[in-house]
């Protein structure tokens, strides 16, 4: 299996499926849903920062990605393959690391990275699946 192969199964897989599901009840753009975890992942990072340095710069990230969030909501964005890899390995190193330590603090990030840039991969939405309610029609009511 390709590093292609690979990248493709995942997306296809584990993240675009809930990610179409979120954009269809939400009625949002896989573009905004992107833009959508980065703030998330932004969030995280701040709430997870301990000294003032990263504090600043999370800070920063965060206001940024706000910014991004709701300005350029559905404007196209791109992922790349090799940081959705790095992405990927970073998690499973995070996952590891954890394990061992029992201290989880972090991991999330990788997995909001991904939503993130897996949403980006999206090239189209489908329209969500209208459940039709059937109506009992009882004698003498007209069909409109």
């Known amino acids: 299996m390709t590093v ?3 990248d493709v199964w ?9 990610i179409i599901k979120l954009c269809q009840m939400t009625r949002q753009s896989q573009y905004a849903v992107s833009r959508l975890f980065w703030f998330i992942t932004a969030l995280d990072q701040l709430r997870i920062a301990t000294t003032l340095t990263s504090q600043i710069i999370a800070g920063l990230f965060s206001l940024f990605m706000m910014f991004t969030a709701s300005f350029r909501a559905d404007m196209p964005a791109f992922s790349m393959r090799w940081f959705r890899m790095m ?6 190193l995070d996952v590891g690391a954890s394990l061992f330590s029992g201290h989880w603090r972090g991991v999330e990030i990788w997995l ?6 897996y ?4 090239t189209h939405v489908p329209p969500a699946e209208q459940k039709r309610k059937s109506a009992v029609l009882k004698p003498g009511d007209a069909r409109r």
């Open 87 to 92: 992405a990927l390995v970073l998690l499973m």
């Open 4 to 6: 292609i192969d690979l």
């Open 112 to 117: 909001l990275v991904l939503f993130a840039e």
């Open 119 to 122: 949403a980006a991969t999206i």
């Open 10 to 18: 995942i997306g296809k897989t584990l993240f675009v499926p809930p």
